[in-house]
C-alpha cells in the first residue's frame, strides 16, 4: 500500500496563494517574468501579441488570490447561489475589466511605459471572445459581472465555440462572412481542466432493467458519447476581492474514438469521427431569435447542460450533499430556451443514477430552476421534433412525455375536459409535426417565468402564456434588463465617468442611481459646456478609431445618429433607410435647400444572419445608399451613412459614448427590451424610438420632453392586424413616402438596375410584416422635431444630460437585485 505523502513543511507552502505586490516595480517584475518565462522571449525581441499575452497572464496573476479565496470559502459556506446556463456570452474584450477591477490601470499604464510599451496598443491586440449573437448574450455577460461585483455566488455556464460569431466584410455592398478565430493568437484568460472532463453521452435506446436492488428502472444504453472538457475564466467582481467563474465546455473525441485508429486501421474514418465530437463546440449558430431546428444545435444545447448539471452536483456540492436539499443550494436560470433540456437531464440524474423516485425528484426539479423568455415573435419559440429528440437523447423524450401527461392531468383537474385547452397548453405539439414546446417545458417546470421587460412581460402573460398565466398565476414575473456600468459607462466613456466622478464623488459606478445628484446640474452652464466637451471629444476618439479600421471619418459637427443592433425585419434598419431616402430627395431634387439640413451622420452597424436573405438585401440597400449619398457634391457633406462592418462589443465601445442620437424604432410589441438602448442613454445620446421594449420604461424615466417618440402603440399595431394592413394604402396616401420608395426602385442606388433592390420594394409594399409603411409619416416628423432640437443646443445638452441622470435604473446591478428578490433568494455571500 502506498504511504500517505508528507504533510507540507515548507513556510511558503503553507501560505495561500499571495498576489503580486501592487506597485509599478512589483507589477514590472512580474511582467517581464511572464514574458520571458511565459512567452519565452527577451523584452527585445518581443512581438506585441507576446506582450500581450504576457500582460494579461500577469493581470491574472493579481487575481489569482482572489479567485481561489473565493472558490475556498464558497466550498466552506455552501451558500446558495446562481448556475446560470447560457448558449452564449458576448464577453467583450477582457484586459481593460481586468484592469479596471484590479485598479492596476494607471501602474500598468506606468510600469509598461518604462519598458517602452503603450498599455493602448497591447489593448488593441486583444480579440474579443465574441461567443454570442447579440443582446442575449451580451445580457448574460452584464449580469454575470454584476454577481461578481454584488458579492454573489455564481457560476456561468455555456460553450467555449472555437469559432464565435462570424467576422463581417463587405464586398460591393453586400455581406461576407469569415471565421472567427478568436483562439489563433492565443487564449490567455482561460484555464482549462481536462481532469475535470465529463462523458456525455448521445442516442441508442432504453428498456427496463432490474437494478442491483431488485428495482426495475429504466435504463439508457447509448450509442456515442464526447468528453466535454471545462475551461474556467475568471469573473472579477469591481474592486470586492470576489472572482466568479465563467466555465465553458468544449468538446473532444473520447478514447473510444481514439481506439478505432488502432483497432480498425481505418485511419481517415477515425479522424471522421473525431471530428465529428469535436464539431459539437466548433461554431456558434449565428441566428438569432430565429432557431434552426439543427442536429448539431441540440447536440450542443445537450452538451453544455448536461456536462453543467453533472459538474455542479459531482464537483461543486460536497460528497455527502443530500439532493432534497438541493432548491436550497442553487437555482438554475435558464438563459431563453436554449438550455431547457436541462429540465429532463436533472430528471434522469435525480431518477435514473441517484435512484430517487419520480415524485421526489420532480419536487426538487421544479424548485431548481427558473426560466426567462426574451421574445414575443412566435417564430423564435423553439421547438424540437419528436422524430428528432428521441433519436437523439430517447430517454429524455420519455422524461418529457410523463411530465406533460402528468401536468395535463393537473389541467384536466382543473378546467375538465376542456380538449382545446388541452391541446393549447400541451408541452407536445402535434402539427404541423409531433414537436416538444420548450418554452412550455421551461414554464411547467420552472418556478418561475420572467419577461425581460414591463411591456414585454405584461404581453408575454396575455398574449404568448396566457393559458400558463392563469394556470399558474403567481409564477410570471418581470425583471428589466440592464447592463453593466463598468464596460458601458466607466470604461467606454472614461471622460464622462471623470465628469460624473468630479460632480457627485466616487461610488456610482455600484450604486448607479446616484447618477440623480447630475440633474441639477443640468441648469448649470459650465457643466453643460464640460458635458458637451465630453461628447465632442467622444466623437474625435470614434473619428480616429473609423480612420483607422474603414477609412471614414466622422465630422464633429454633425449630429450622430446611430442604429446599432442585429439586422432584423423587425428592428425596421429600413425605416432608418426610408428617412435618409426621403432627406437626400428633398436635398437633390431642391425641395429643401442643403444649407437649412441639419448636418447628420448615420452609422449603422448590424450583422444578419447568414442565411436571413432579406436581412441581408437590407445591408446591401445601406451600402447602396450610403456609397450615393456620400458622393454626391450636391448633399456637400451635410448627409453622411456610414456602415462600419463587423460591429461588436469592442466597436460598441467607441461609437455609443459618441452618438447623439439613438434609433430603437422597432414595431411596438416586438422588441422584448432592447439593451443598446439603455447604454446609450447612460452616455448621454437622446433616443428617438417607439413604445416597445425597454423603450417605454426609459422614456418614464427620463421624460416625454428628452426623447422622440414616435409610432403606433402595441394595441394599435394589433388593431391594424385584425382591421387588414395593406402597407400599398400607406404608399399611395404619402407622398414623400411615395418618391423615396420610387427612388430606390427607378435603381437610383444601383447604377440605374431596378431588378437590384426590387426584393426589398416589393416586400414593403406588398408585405411589410412590420408595419414600416405605417409608420413611416410618424418618424419623419419625429426626425424633424429632432433636427429642430438639436439646433437648440443648451436645450439638447440639458436633455442629454437629464438622460444620464436618470437612468441609474437599468444597471445590471439593479437587474441582479430584481432576480434575487423575485425569483433566487441568493443573498450576498461574502
Ligand atoms: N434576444 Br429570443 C436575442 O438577442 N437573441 C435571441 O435569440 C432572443 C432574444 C434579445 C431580444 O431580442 C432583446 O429585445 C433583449 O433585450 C435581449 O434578448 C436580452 O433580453
Redesign the pocket.
Known amino acids: 500500500t502506498p504511504s500517505a505523502p508528507p504533510a507540507p513543511t515548507h513556510p511558503l507552502a503553507l501560505a495561500t496563494v499571495t498576489a503580486p505586490p501592487t506597485s509599478v516595480d512589483g507589477f514590472v517584475r512580474e511582467f517581464l517574468r511572464e514574458l520571458n518565462f511565459g512567452q519565452g522571449v527577451s523584452l527585445q525581441a518581443s512581438t506585441v501579441n507576446d506582450q500581450y499575452l504576457a500582460l494579461a497572464r500577469t493581470v491574472r496573476h493579481y487575481l489569482m488570490a482572489r479567485w481561489s479565496e473565493t472558490l475556498r470559502r464558497q466550498r466552506e459556506t455552501q451558500s446558495k447561489g446562481v448556475a446560470y446556463l447560457s448558449a452564449?456570452y458576448l464577453l467583450g474584450r477582457q484586459l481593460g475589466n481586468a484592469l479596471l477591477a484590479t485598479d492596476l490601470t494607471e501602474i500598468v499604464a506606468d510600469g509598461l511605459s518604462q519598458c517602452g510599451i503603450e498599455l493602448a496598443d497591447l489593448r488593441a491586440q486583444e480579440v474579443e471572445p465574441g461567443l454570442g449573437?447579440?443582446?442575449?448574450?451580451?445580457?448574460a455577460a452584464c449580469f454575470i459581472d454584476s454577481l461578481a461585483t454584488m458579492s454573489v455566488p455564481c457560476i456561468g455556464y455555456g460553450i467555449r465555440y472555437e469559432y464565435g460569431i462570424f467576422r463581417q466584410t463587405f464586398v460591393e455592398g453586400r455581406q461576407v462572412e469569415q471565421p472567427d478565430s478568436w483562439l489563433a493568437l492565443g487564449a490567455p484568460w482561460e484555464f482549462p481542466h481536462p481532469e475535470n472532463a465529463r462523458r456525455i453521452s448521445f442516442g441508442g435506446s432504453v428498456a427496463d432493467h432490474t437494478d442491483d436492488d431488485g428495482v426495475v428502472r429504466r435504463r439508457w444504453t447509448p450509442a456515442w458519447d464526447v468528453n466535454a472538457l471545462p475551461y474556467n475564466y475568471m469573473v472579477p467582481g469591481y474592486r470586492n476581492g470576489r472572482v466568479n467563474t465563467l466555465r465553458l465546455w468544449r468538446a473532444q473525441a473520447t478514447d473510444a474514438f481514439d481506439l478505432k485508429i488502432f483497432n480498425s486501421g481505418d485511419y481517415e474514418e477515425a479522424v471522421r469521427a473525431q471530428t465529428f465530437a469535436e464539431n459539437i463546440s466548433k461554431v456558434l449558430y449565428p441566428?438569432?431569435?430565429?432557431?434552426q431546428g439543427k442536429e448539431l444545435r441540440l447536440q450542443q444545447q445537450y452538451f453544455f447542460v448536461a456536462a453543467s448539471i453533472g459538474d455542479f452536483i459531482d464537483q461543486q456540492l460536497p460528497e455527502d450533499f443530500d439532493l432534497a436539499q438541493l432548491p436550497e443550494r442553487i437555482i438554475f436560470q435558464l438563459n431563453?430556451t436554449h438550455p431547457v433540456i436541462g429540465v429532463p437531464e436533472l430528471m434522469r440524474v435525480l431518477v435514473d443514477e441517484k435512484r430517487l423516485e419520480w415524485g421526489a425528484a420532480w419536487e426538487i426539479t421544479k424548485k431548481c430552476f427558473a426560466y426567462?423568455?426574451?421574445?414575443l415573435?412566435p417564430e423564435?419559440l423553439e421547438v424540437w421534433s419528436v422524430d428528432l429528440l428521441g433519436r437523439l437523447l430517447p430517454r429524455h423524450l420519455e422524461i418529457i412525455y410523463r411530465i406533460n401527461e402528468e401536468f395535463l392531468a393537473e389541467v384536466r383537474e382543473r378546467f375538465g375536459d376542456d380538449e382545446l385547452r388541452i391541446r393549447r397548453m400541451s408541452i407536445i405539439a402535434e402539427h404541423p409535426e409531433r414537436s416538444v414546446r420548450m418554452a412550455y417545458l421551461a414554464t411547467v417546470a420552472g418556478a418561475k417565468v420572467n419577461g425581460?421587460?414591463e411591456l414585454?412581460s405584461q404581453l408575454l402573460r396575455d398574449k404568448v402564456l396566457p393559458d400558463f398565466h392563469e394556470f399558474y398565476p403567481g409564477k410570471f414575473t418581470n425583471v428589466t434588463?440592464g447592463i453593466t456600468p463598468r464596460r458601458f459607462v466607466r470604461l467606454a466613456n472614461p471622460s464622462l465617468s471623470e465628469l460624473i466622478t468630479d460632480t457627485i464623488g466616487v461610488g456610482w459606478l455600484t450604486d448607479l442611481e446616484r447618477l440623480r445628484g447630475l440633474e441639477p446640474f443640468a441648469e448649470d452652464e459650465e457643466f453643460r459646456a464640460r458635458f458637451r466637451a465630453v461628447k465632442a471629444g467622444n466623437k474625435r476618439r470614434l473619428d480616429a478609431v473609423l480612420r483607422e479600421r474603414d477609412g471614414v471619418g466622422v465630422h464633429d459637427d454633425h449630429l450622430l445618429d446611430v442604429m446599432v443592433k442585429?439586422l432584423h425585419e423587425y428592428k425596421r434598419q429600413s425605416l432608418k433607410l426610408l428617412h435618409i431616402v426621403t432627406t437626400y430627395d428633398k436635398i437633390v431634387s431642391g425641395e429643401v435647400d442643403v444649407a437649412d439640413v441639419t448636418p447628420r451622420t448615420v452609422i449603422f452597424g448590424a450583422k444578419a444572419a447568414p442565411g436571413y436573405k432579406m436581412a441581408k438585401e437590407i445591408i446591401h440597400l445601406i451600402n447602396a445608399v450610403g456609397e450615393t449619398v456620400n458622393n454626391d457634391p450636391r448633399v456637400q457633406d451635410r448627409l453622411k451613412v456610414i456602415f462600419p462592418p463587423n460591429y461588436n462589443v469592442t466597436l460598441a465601445e467607441k461609437v455609443i459614448p459618441a452618438a447623439d442620437l439613438s434609433e430603437q424604432i422597432s414595431l411596438a410589441g416586438k422588441?422584448?427590451?432592447?439593451?443598446g438602448n439603455m447604454k446609450f442613454a447612460l452616455n448621454g445620446a437622446l433616443t428617438i424610438g417607439t413604445d416597445d421594449?425597454?423603450n417605454v420604461e426609459i422614456r418614464q424615466l427620463v421624460g416625454d420632453d428628452n426623447f422622440f417618440l414616435f409610432g403606433m402603440l402595441e394595441p394599435e399595431v394589433e388593431d391594424l392586424q385584425t382591421r387588414g394592413y395593406v402597407p400599398s394604402s400607406f404608399y399611395e396616401a404619402d407622398a414623400d413616402l411615395r418618391r423615396a420608395i420610387d427612388l430606390i426602385a427607378s435603381g437610383a442606388f444601383s447604377g440605374g438596375d431596378r431588378a437590384t433592390f426590387e426584393p426589398v420594394v416589393s416586400n414593403l409594399l406588398y408585405e411589410d410584416r412590420f408595419m414600416v409603411l405605417a409608420d413611416y409619416a410618424a418618424y419623419i416628423e419625429a426626425q424633424a422635431a429632432v433636427d429642430a432640437a438639436y439646433a437648440d443646443t443648451e436645450r439638447w445638452t440639458r436633455a442629454a444630460i437629464l438622460n444620464v441622470a436618470r437612468s441609474g435604473f437599468f444597471s445590471s446591478d439593479r437587474s441582479m437585485r430584481d432576480y434575487i428578490d423575485r425569483i433566487w433568494a441568493t443573498p450576498p455571500s461574502f
Open positions: 452564449e449573437n447579440g443582446g442575449l448574450g451580451r445580457l441566428e438569432d431569435s430565429t432557431p431563453d426567462t423568455c426574451h421574445t415573435l423564435a425581460v421587460a414585454h434588463n442585429r422588441e422584448a427590451s432592447g439593451t421594449g425597454a
